[in-house]
């Protein structure tokens, strides 16, 4: 099983700063990792699909790289409405896994 | 609109079963892979099952394996998940997916979640 260790665990930052958030695999996924954002109390929904492709309806704002085993999640410019969990999440092989999440605090 | 409704879950004592629902709309059931993915009280997300678009094929993940069923009715546009032998750890939100036309392991829409709780 390919286990997806999410870093931080917790962020906290302002409005308007940039946000980073990692996923590291534990062996290559290629470019097979999406990321999903879930606020408090609401359905998780996909934000990036394949590392880098943005889903539709998804703002500019966020955007994500990398291949292999790292991969980063990038938020330009938060606003107060990006405060949720962010997962990323692997489709190279079964069982498909996600990483434990980051928790996006906005001050 | 694109939608999933969840029905069927509920309280269920160790070793019951149940069975879970989930209504599509809004798009052809029939040419989309469908998921379902849990996630317990205040935990992350686990992938479940899988089924293919004319249901030839599923997959479990371990834990479940032998215990739940993943099927469809694409006459009716439904998945199911027939759940049996629970245990405690099965108490969970259950999540009907889509996956992603092309791109069958990608959740691009997701229900409102089925609350699962076993106990006694």
């Known amino acids: 099983e390919i286990v997806l260790t999410q870093s931080p665990a917790t962020l906290s930052l302002s409005p308007g700063e940039r946000a980073t958030l990692s996923c590291r695999a534990s062996?290559?996924?290629?470019?097979?990792l999406g990321w999903y954002q879930q606020k408090f109390g609401q359905v998780p929904r996909l934000l990036i699909f394949?590392?880098?492709n943005r889903a539709p309806g998804i703002p500019a704002r966020f955007s994500g790289s990398g291949s292999g085993t790292d991969f980063t999640l990038t938020i330009s410019s938060l606003e107060p409405e990006d405060s949720a969990v962010y997962y990323c999440?692997?489709?190279?092989?079964?069982?498909?896994?996600f990483g434990g999440g980051t928790k996006l605090e906005i001050k | 609109e694109v939608q999933l409704v969840e029905s069927g879950g509920g309280l269920v004592q160790p070793g019951g079963s149940l069975r879970l629902s989930c209504a599509a709309s809004g798009f052809t059931f029939g040419s989309y892979w469908m998921h379902w993915v849990r996630q317990a009280p205040g935990k992350g997300l686990e992938c479940v099952a899988r089924?293919?678009?004319?249901?030839?094929?599923?997959t479990y993940a371990d834990s479940v394996k032998g215990r739940f069923t993943i099927s469809r009715d694409n006459a009716k546009n439904t998945l199911y998940l027939q759940m049996n032998s629970l245990r405690a750890e099965d108490t969970a939100v259950y999540y009907c997916?889509?996956?992603?036309?092309?791109?069958?392991?990608?959740?691009?829409?997701w229900g409102q979640g089925a609350m699962v709780t076993v106990a006694s």
């Open positions: 394949d590392a880098s």
């Open positions: 999440q692997q489709r190279s092989m079964w069982p498909l896994t």
């Open positions: 089924i293919k678009i004319d249901g030839s094929s599923t």
């Open positions: 062996q290559s996924v290629s470019t097979y």
């Open positions: 997916t889509r996956g992603m036309l092309y791109l069958e392991d990608v959740f691009d829409i």
